[in-house]
């Protein structure tokens, strides 16, 4: 699954993209 730059902004919805 591709993360976009805006997971990056609020990764309060993806916990994983905090990580990266």
């Not at 591709?2 to 730059?5: E, K, N, V």
């Given at each position: 699954m591709?993360?976009?730059?805006c997971?990056i902004?609020q990764?309060?919805?993806?916990?994983?993209?905090?990580?990266?």
């Open positions: 591709i993360i976009p730059s997971d902004v990764p309060a919805n993806h916990p994983s993209s905090a990580v990266k």
